[in-house]
């Protein structure tokens, strides 16, 4: 303990000593700290927003897709790179099979595209307009106010009706009341009966203009691409969520012919499987900004190495007599580590500040709920005295190995 204070006070001292020296190494450090803890605030804010909106849709609710994979998918059109094409598309039968099943309360159905959506003399290009069923409100949370949805009566008889977005409210409209008005979608007339308020989150703000209408009018009138319709189901009252999603599954692979031992051609999402993959993006994000973060601990590093190359310099017939009264080539090597890591914690210390100060405003300015985790902090820490250790292992190397009688010769 007697070394390791010495260490940290002869530390401190030639950061006193060599203040233009020093603030490379602190600099370095402190920007790969600050970007460490502040990226990590951030994802932790978004990830619990995310995490928000997942669990606001109906919480026993799970989803039928045709294919689902989580984390990153990328694809550049050929069926390789594009595996859901592999699984035949989820038709109407088979939603329809699904609704008659004991276990399952609804089943709604949604496809997605974008139309131009006009009123009056108002036209909005590459609105997101989407085929629905009737308790879409259910599964997405949110409320329908001023008016309503469209009854379960008007989704079978796709009746031309719609429920349009605040967002799309305000820059179709502009402050006149929009309910019982007609808009054109997609060159269709549809009577406007409702404005959908999602509920609050961290992207609400950021929500594109929206046109939700009957699944069947949907198909009738709106352009879109065919076979990527997805299915929520909700179990009954007096099921689980498993009993109904087993009930699903052997459902669909009777429809679809698939033999004992074949995989499903079908995918059953639950919200579980959605917060995962959104994991797996964020965690991949997160380490390509800490790869970009450690630009700056190398910065600081070679910062290191720099003014502990001189400090040995410096020191040598100090070095020299240390040895000559007995100092191991341990005591001394552990000597010089303890003033590198001192260096790259004070460094580590200005960018844990700087990060939070930089953390608590954007909490405030923006509606990022960020916040500084405690492994975050942990984390820091530990790089940067790493750092120190890493880059300051050659130095002290190289002190430990001075020849006592000619340090104690050098000038």
Do not use: C
């Amino acid at each position: 303990m007697t070394a390791l204070f010495e260490g940290v006070g002869i530390a401190l001292d030639s950061l006193r000593g060599n203040k233009r020296r020093a603030a490379l190494t602190i600099l370095g450090v402190a920007i790969g700290v600050t970007v460490v803890m502040v990226i990590a605030a951030m994802i932790s804010g978004i990830n619990q927003s995310v995490s928000s909106v997942i669990e606001s849709i109906a919480p026993r609710t799970f989803l039928v897709w045709r294919f689902f994979q989580g984390g990153v998918n990328v694809s550049d059109g050929s069926d390789e790179s594009s595996p859901w094409r592999r699984n035949p598309e989820i038709v109407e039968v088979e939603a329809d099979r699904i609704a008659l099943l004991p276990s399952v309360r609804y089943v709604t159905r949604r496809d997605e595209s974008s139309a131009t959506v006009e009123y009056g003399d108002r036209r909005l290009e590459s609105v997101e307009v989407s085929g629905l069923s009737a308790q879409w409100v259910e599964v997405n949370g949110g409320d329908v106010h001023p008016g309503r949805t469209f009854t379960r009566l008007e989704d079978l008889a796709n009746d031309p009706v719609a429920v349009i977005n605040t967002k799309l409210e305000e820059q179709l409209f502009r402050g006149r009341d929009p309910i019982g008005q007609t808009i054109h979608v997609a060159g269709a007339s549809f009577k406007v009966i409702g404005v959908y308020v999602p509920p609050p989150n961290l992207f609400s703000g950021a929500t594109p203009p929206f046109v939700g209408i009957p699944h069947g009018a949907f198909v009738k009138h709106v352009p879109y691409v065919r076979g990527l319709m997805r299915l929520a189901v909700a179990p009954g009252p007096a099921y689980t969520q498993q009993e109904a999603m087993d009930e699903v599954v052997a459902t669909l692979r009777s429809l679809r012919g698939l033999k004992p031992g074949q995989e499903n051609n079908f995918s059953i999402v639950t919200q579980d499987k959605l917060l995962d993959s959104w994991n797996k993006i964020s965690g991949m994000f997160f380490l390509v900004m800490l790869v970009l973060s450690s630009i700056g601990l190398i910065v600081g590093g070679v910062g290191v190495v720099a003014i502990m190359m001189i400090s040995v310099t410096e020191r040598t017939r100090e070095i020299g007599v240390r040895k000559a009264l007995g100092a191991t080539r341990r005591a001394i090597l552990w000597q010089f580590l303890v003033e590198a890591s001192t260096l790259t914690l004070v460094g580590g210390a200005v960018g844990m500040l700087v990060g939070g100060g930089v953390t608590f405003t954007v909490s405030r300015l923006t509606p990022i709920p960020a916040h500084v985790p405690l492994w975050s902090i942990v984390a820091a820490l530990g790089a940067s005295a790493l750092t120190g250790i890493g880059f300051g292992l050659y130095p002290a190397s190289r002190a430990a190995r001075l020849d006592p009688v000619e340090a104690l010769r050098y000038e």
